[in-house]
């Protein structure tokens, strides 16, 4: 019998073709009351000048998982790291890309548009786009199915957590938490239910400090170190 290490000696990688395999990353924002996502531009063929999803190929020097890569190219794209990622799925096909059989591993993420404001305003090649006028662009390759992908899930996330604290500032007030929700959701929502659910998930402290809100003043809550999102058993829009 062979050993393995005999076997993986004599092995050939070459014997089996293998498709194109890169990593994208949607990453919304909310801005002036707009839910914006992250595009870029592309520099080089195929379809060079169309705007696109951050990502690339995975650098197996680099990196030691594709969540790695998504970090790297986000991070380059934005001069920050984004602090909430998850997979949102793998999107594959001979179709969706023209140098051949291709399969892309999708994640999605949120951001605080503070954060990366000064990075992406000097460079030529990244800007975040309202979602709404999505469809009015021809975007590279399959990006425009990842990013609906991406929306959906992230409006599903909502309704059954508080994720969208995400594109917030470190420091914010209930009623921007509030508004985050309402503008991702693209409806109104319930005030004492979304409090109802900021108090019971444990995920926040007081800063000791507020600001002024019109005639009155709001407290001003951050995130605790290290927390993780609270989900919850009932839909928000139903809670």
């Not at 594709?66 to 990622?85: D, H, I, Q």
């Not at 399969?103 to 309202?130: E, G, N, Q, R, Y």
């Not at 991406?150 to 957590?161: E, G, V, W």
């Not at 407290?219 to 058993?233: A, C, E, Q, T, Y």
Request: with cysteine.
């Amino acid at each position: 019998m062979i050993s393995e290490a005999e076997y993986l000696k004599s092995y050939d990688a070459s014997r089996f073709p293998s498709p194109l395999v890169t990593v994208d990353s949607v990453l919304f924002t909310v801005h002036q009351q707009v839910l914006c996502v992250l595009l870029v531009q592309r520099a080089s063929q195929p379809q060079q000048g169309r705007w696109g999803l951050p990502g690339g190929f995975i650098d197996m020097v680099q990196d030691d998982s594709t969540r790695a890569t998504a970090l790297r190219k986000l991070t380059e794209k934005t001069g920050v790291s984004p602090s909430w990622l998850e997979q949102l799925d793998t999107f594959s096909g001979p179709q969706r890309d023209p140098r051949g059989w291709s399969l892309t591993i999708a994640w999605f993420a949120l951001i605080s548009w503070m954060s990366c404001a000064p990075h992406i305003a000097s460079v030529s090649d990244a800007k975040w786009v309202p979602v709404s006028e999505l469809d009015t662009m021809e975007l590279a390759f399959d990006h425009r199915t990842i990013i609906h992908a991406a929306l959906h899930r992230l409006r599903q996330k909502t309704m059954y957590s508080l994720l969208p604290v995400y594109c917030l500032p470190d420091t914010f007030t209930q009623a921007q938490l509030q508004e985050a929700t309402e503008i991702i959701l693209g409806q109104p929502i319930q005030r004492k239910s979304l409090i109802r659910r900021f108090e019971a998930s444990g995920m926040f402290e007081e800063t000791g400090e507020s600001v002024a809100t019109g005639a009155r003043k709001a407290r001003l809550w951050r995130r605790k170190p290290g927390v993780d999102i609270h989900l919850f058993s009932r839909n928000l829009l139903t809670d």
